[in-house]
């Protein structure tokens, strides 16, 4: 019982669930036997008096005793409370089976012995609990304390003063006297203890307060017996021996309950000015009652102190709560002026208003931003700071998104009331909330002007386009330029070393016949001129682009089959139906090409896959795959001389591209290329990182 946090009582095992369902069946049906008219008489019966009450007592004790045993947590403390319950069991025992039935009985006897060393074991765990759950002093625990006690005792004198009066007056053995005071003066001292727990823990603990019930119910049984003793009107088998039990089986499963349990309700929890007022309650009462019957000069003085010492705990009590209160609202004003002094900071528009639309509050830049310097946004509305679009915005689609998930985010325009153009913003509202109820209480919005955003944007966008048509330009006079080389290689150069080849043909006749001896010079020369026209033919192709008039997957068919021939297995697989303008479309036919003819030179490979895809961002991917002996990419470096790789990621990047060369795991290189497509203007589509 040291833990301040909740949690569960222990879970008992099946035999002591037996035990415990045994011990409450035993105490319910020797309470019944209690109840006025249940039997005809009330003499003593020892089937249900005797034997029945003295089983449940001693049930109860083995109830009590198996908590210390079983849980694992405050064992000394819950031994110390299962070593009472077993002493008031003794007592009972004791007295059941043999002091009752001496002649005459004696008292004090050691039945008693055993219930006032229960009380004193009570005691001592009570103190050890109380200074467990206490982990600093407390005046209001103390004082708590003092005006229990007190008023307990005053109250005690009140009602049993003839009772006092008669046992002091009578002529009695000493032990008698100090027995029958003992009972009463242990009681106060519990009762005191018990409200010191309660006081420190509140209603909270299911235990605390079984236990704190259980004692209560023993000091009103032992006041009871005290009085009935000295009227010698005490007999057993009486509710007071119903009470008694009742009492120590609420002792015994005390340790079995739930320790600490807040309450759903926080108006439930234990109040402690309530308890000084009701303990002044009862201490006018007593003084009323002494007032109207003879009592000791104690039953006044002592109600008399526990009404002044409740008065002093009350005044304290206030004087506390008002310097606590003050710190509080000290610290929330504190934390008032940081918010509004960062709110007010802010440069973005910052406003709430009522659920209603009506506006409560907003701060001095959302003020500039919309021109309403000096205004009183108080009889303003949520409408008359949207523009008719912000508005129709506002209504479709922020206002249900908050309503139903809480928040939401977004674009919309705020009306200039200087007459000026609509103000872009970037919008977060979101709901706000009453703490206790969750009902809905404002609506807070948090917006930026994102003008300057949107005018680089633009002009971002507007670049792009000039990009976008100097690549155009570019790529048309490039290809405008090979196709000029072409037609004057192919009308001059061809066609004169044409001609060549074929006077040679005719000159090698010629010295068939005449001069055999320079017929391998000749043939040289044939040979020479022949392997000339061969490379001019394919500088032609490579000048002329298919691209230009063909879709891009044909323009990569006819490069293949011209780089590969029948050396190379290829094919061209993919979407084989994505295209992209002319521009982009020629570069990566020149990039893919280039691709293969280093496949060809460097690669050694039996099998090429030219591979297209569209891609999520918006674009297209060409990949070249081979199987050849493959290189690490790492130590790829320019080359005087040599472009290759370097120059092709250089045209992808003058594209707006990316191209990324990698090796296969199953062996072999992957080159791909990465276009985009030709975005429309301000649809923001971006390329993969």
């Known amino acids: 019982m040291t833990t301040q946090e909740p949690v569960r009582g222990l879970t008992p095992t099946v035999p002591l669930r037996l035990l415990a369902g045994l011990a409450l069946a035993l105490v319910a049906l020797f309470s019944i036997t209690t109840i006025p008219g249940f039997r005809s008489d009330h003499a003593f019966d020892n089937r249900y008096d005797g034997w029945l009450q003295g089983a449940a007592y001693v049930v109860l004790a083995m109830v009590a005793v198996s908590r210390p045993l079983v849980g694992r947590g405050d064992r000394l403390l819950w031994g110390l409370f299962g070593l009472s319950v077993c002493l008031r069991a003794v007592g009972f025992v004791l007295y059941l089976g043999h002091v009752r039935l001496e002649e005459p009985p004696p008292y004090p006897s050691v039945a008693d012995y055993a219930w006032l060393a229960e009380a004193g ?107 009935q003793v000295s009227a010698e009107k005490y007999h057993p088998g009486t509710l007071l021996a119903a009470l008694s039990l009742i009492s120590s089986s609420a002792i015994a499963f005390s340790g079995w309950l739930p320790e600490i349990k807040r309450p759903t309700h926080p108006q439930l929890q234990f109040s402690r000015v309530s308890l000084a007022a009701g303990l002044g309650l009862v201490s006018i009462a007593a003084l009323l009652y002494g007032a109207v019957r003879e009592v000791s000069l104690g039953g006044i003085l002592l109600p008399a102190a526990a009404l002044v010492t409740g008065i002093a705990r009350g005044v304290w009590t206030v004087a506390r709560n008002r310097g606590t209160a003050l710190t509080a609202i000290g610290e929330k004003h504190a934390e008032l002026l940081r918010f ?73 325009t705020l009306r200039d009331h200087h007459g000026g ?11 706000m909330r009453d703490p206790e109820s969750g009902a809905p209480i404002a609506l807070a919005t948090v917006q930026r002007d994102i003008s300057d955003r949107l005018a680089a944007q633009t002009t971002l966008e507007r670049l792009a ?10 790529v048309q006079a490039q290809e405008d330029e090979r196709a000029r080389i072409a037609a004057d290689v192919h009308d001059d150069s061809v066609q004169a070393l044409a001609a060549v080849e074929l006077r040679l043909g005719l000159l090698r006749r010629r010295l068939t016949d005449s001069e055999p001896e320079l017929l391998e010079t000749a043939q040289t020369l044939s040979t020479t001129v022949s392997e000339a026209i061969a490379r001019l033919r394919a500088l032609l192709f490579d000048l002329e682009s298919p691209a230009v008039e063909a879709d891009l997957a044909t323009a990569l068919a006819v490069a293949a089959e011209h780089a590969f021939a029948d050396r190379i297995r290829w094919c061209v697989v993919g979407d084989l139906d994505v295209d992209l303008p002319q521009a982009q479309r020629v570069t990566a036919y020149r990039i893919a090409r280039e691709a293969m003819a280093n496949v060809v030179r460097h690669a050694g490979a039996h099998a090429v896959e030219i591979r297209m895809n569209r891609t ?15 290189f690490d990419p790492a130590t790829l470096e320019p080359r005087p001389g040599h472009l290759g790789i370097p120059a092709m990621a250089d045209r992808a990047t003058v594209a707006g591209g990316r191209l990324f060369v990698e090796r296969r795991a199953e062996g072999g290189m992957r080159l791909r290329l990465w276009l985009p497509s030709t975005p429309a203007p301000g649809d923001g589509r971006r390329g993969p990182a």
């Open 465 to 474: 386009d000039q990009r976008r048509h100097l690549l155009d330009r570019l």
């Open 121 to 227: 074991v009570l005691l001592l765990a009570l103190w050890i609990l109380l200074r467990r759950r206490i982990r600093r002093r407390s005046v209001d625990i103390a004082l708590a304390a003092v005006q229990t006690g007190v008023t307990i005792a005053g109250v005690a004198v009140v009602l049993l003063f003839r009772t006092l009066d008669s046992i002091s007056g009578a002529e009695l053995p000493d032990s008698v006297v100090v027995t029958n005071l003992a009972y009463p003066l242990l009681d106060v001292g519990m009762l005191v203890l018990v409200s010191g727990v309660l006081v420190a823990t509140g209603v909270r603990s299911w235990s605390t307060l079984t236990l704190a019930s259980g004692i209560a119910g023993l000091a009103v049984v032992d006041a009871v017996f005290v009085y």
């Open 616 to 630: 999520e961002g918006g674009g297209v991917e060409v990949a070249v795959e081979d199987d050849g002996r493959g």
């Open 340 to 412: 509004r002094a960062l709110v007010e900071a802010s440069d973005d528009f910052i406003a709430m208003a009522r659920p209603d639309g009506s506006v409560i509050y907003v701060n001095p830049a959302g003020r500039r931003l919309v021109g309403i310097e000096g205004r009183d946004v108080s009889r303003m509305t949520i409408a008359d700071f949207l523009t008719e679009d912000g508005l129709a915005t506002f209504v479709a689609v922020a206002q249900p998104a908050v309503v139903v998930e809480g928040r939401w985010s977004g674009q919309s």
């Open 421 to 431: 153009p609509p103000i872009p913003v970037a919008i977060s509202s979101f709901l």
